[in-house]
């Protein structure tokens, strides 16, 4: 029986998630609740949630499809981090751990999507 979570990118997503979820979110002020906040949440399940929905597809180009709508909600992570730390939300140490669990996804998910794309 196949499993995404056997898929260390998609493991690697998860963490990414439980960290945004306990350690980051919870220093956005409540002026962010329905606004930033809530974007960065929807952008950040979106990665592990796009790469399980594609696996359970019957086909490489789908499951591609959902690797490339994942890739999209890492970019906009990286935003969302961004801006936050420029609005002064997060200290450095935040950001910069968000990146570090953010970028082994990344470049995992654009190895992934290369490799069934050949």
């Not at 906040?37 to 949630?49: G, H, N």
């Not at 594609?54 to 906009?76: K, M, T, W």
């Not at 968000?98 to 996804?105: K, M, N, Q, Y």
Request: glycine share 2%; hydrophobic share 45%.
């Amino acid at each position: 029986m196949r499993d995404f979570k056997k898929y260390e990118v998609w493991q690697n997503a998860h963490q990414l998630t439980l960290f945004v979820y306990k350690e980051i979110l919870p220093l956005f002020p409540k002026s962010e609740q329905f606004e930033l906040a809530s974007q960065l949440k929807r952008a950040v399940y979106s990665i592990p949630l796009n790469i399980a929905e594609g696996y359970g597809r019957n086909s490489d180009v789908d499951f591609c499809r959902f690797l490339d709508i994942a890739l999209g909600s890492v970019h906009e992570v990286e935003y969302c981090i961004l801006l936050a730390n420029d609005l002064a939300y997060l200290r450095l140490a935040e950001h910069d751990k968000v990146l570090l669990l953010l970028s082994p996804v990344k470049a995992k998910l654009i190895n992934l999507i290369k490799t069934l794309r050949r």
